[in-house]
């Protein structure tokens, strides 16, 4: 199972972190549309929310790009 996931992120810490973020984003992104009495809302606002939600989702998939180009995979 371990090897699995080990390859699954290609070995690569960096893709490991890249595709936490965009999944650190996604659920900024969702969770408060599905409970809208979150901690979230109160929190931010709703433009804080998916400008925190784009950058997450946006560095991830940069970081994951840049990995992957450097690499050759």
Same mark, same amino acid.
Request: hydrophobic fraction near 50%; avoid cysteine; charged fraction near 15%.
């Given at each position: 199972?371990?090897?699995?996931?080990?390859? &699954?992120?290609?070995?690569?810490? =960096?893709?490991?972190?890249?595709?936490?973020?965009?999944?650190?984003? %996604?659920?900024?992104? $969702?969770?408060?549309?599905?409970?809208?009495?979150? &901690?979230?809302?109160?929190?931010? =606002?709703?433009?804080?929310?998916?400008?925190?939600?784009?950058?997450? %989702?946006?560095?991830? $998939?940069?970081?994951?790009?840049?990995?992957?180009?450097?690499?050759?995979?």
């Amino acid at each position: 199972m371990i090897d699995k996931i080990k390859a &699954w992120f290609k070995n690569s810490e =960096t893709i490991f972190w890249a595709r936490m973020q965009v999944v650190g984003g %996604i659920m900024l992104a $969702v969770i408060p549309t599905l409970n809208p009495v979150s &901690w979230l809302d109160s929190a931010l =606002t709703p433009a804080q929310r998916w400008t925190a939600a784009g950058f997450a %989702i946006f560095n991830g $998939v940069v970081t994951e790009y840049l990995r992957r180009r450097n690499s050759g995979l």
